[in-house]
């Protein structure tokens, strides 16, 4: 099939690569968000998929909003006859998902219906599931809504960050797209319209999100920090200022300590949690590297009963 590809993140690149090598579809182009300011310099940066399609010498399309006039004459002109999308970035509007014969399919990194929305595998970080997975599915104005085509299963694993997870459900995912793709492409498979029942919704995850809660158990602090590393970053404060946390270990043999209370060993920072403490793995000063929580605390001088709130 002739495909025009959506996409813009990392996750999205193990897609695209598998479609490109793929001898059985000819992806067209490539459609990204624009390009945007990184660095100190605040230089103009290409996506990571627009990077590999330009390497492979794809044309790539980056309009402002895919309901573009001139992006969906575009479109038209190229006549894809489906177009696969991950983690583009922007609703697709009902003009652009009526132009590919077969649709826009869409590869999502949930279980479907669970957690429908932006920010699924940090959901299932941060709820303690143990399975999720990717689904593919023809995209609806409906966020998340439209029928499915396949799944795969991935086991959570107990010091999973959603980065790792997400490292390997866009592998396995992009293995599921293009069987998906194969499918349609033979008239083999039809989509399902979702189950009414087990909907949950995974809504963008803010920096303010990411912020960890001392007065929280403990397993509730260990998968908060490891649903949100590395994006947005879990922080707190340490005299006013704030302190970027890397994932949090349960310690042997802890003193007690009081929600947010620092204690300095040796080899080892341990902070007071609602129940037991927890051991801090890598900590970020303001404007400094990640480091690891004994030099930092060596560095600062914490004195008896500081906190982190």
């Not at 083999?188 to 990411?210: C, E, M, N, Y």
């Not at 908060?224 to 947005?232: A, I, M, Y």
């Not at 920072?269 to 129940?275: D, F, I, R, S, Y």
């Amino acid at each position: 099939m002739k495909l025009v590809f959506a996409g813009t993140p990392e996750p999205a690149v193990p897609s695209l690569r598998a479609l490109l090598e793929s001898p059985r579809h000819e992806v067209a182009a490539v459609v990204t968000r624009p390009d945007a300011p990184a660095g100190r310099g605040r230089r103009l940066v290409r996506s990571t998929v627009g990077a590999l399609a330009d390497d492979a010498g794809v044309p790539v399309l980056t309009p402002r909003r895919p309901s573009d006039p001139a992006f969906l004459a575009e479109l038209a002109e190229i006549g894809p006859d489906c177009c696969p999308v991950v983690a583009y970035g922007a609703l697709v509007p009902r003009a652009a998902l009526d132009v590919p014969a077969h649709g826009w399919v869409n590869l999502h990194f949930s279980l479907l219906p669970a957690w429908r929305g932006a920010a699924p595998v940090q959901a299932a970080v941060r709820h303690g599931d143990e399975i999720t997975g990717a689904t593919t599915f023809r995209l609806e104005e409906g966020l998340d809504t439209g029928p499915t085509y396949g799944v795969v299963t991935e086991a959570i694993r107990a010091h999973d960050t959603s980065g790792d997870l997400l490292g390997r459900l866009a592998v396995s995912g992009a293995a599921l797209l293009v069987a998906t793709l194969d499918g349609i492409a033979d008239g083999t498979l039809v989509a399902r319209p979702q189950p009414a029942d087990g909907i949950s919704h995974a809504p963008k995850v803010t920096p303010g999100d990411a912020r960890v809660d001392w007065s929280a158990p403990p397993v509730a602090v260990d998968r908060l920090v490891r649903s949100v590393t590395p994006e947005p970053g879990a922080w707190t404060t340490f005299r006013g200022e704030r302190l970027g946390l890397g994932p949090v270990t349960a310690p042997a043999d802890p003193p007690a300590l009081k929600p947010g209370e620092l204690h300095v060993e040796k080899r080892r920072v341990l902070v007071g949690t609602a129940a037991a403490p927890v051991q801090l793995g890598e900590v970020r000063p303001v404007g400094k590297r990640a480091m690891p929580a004994p030099d930092w605390a060596r560095g600062v001088r914490i004195e008896a009963g500081e906190l982190l709130t």
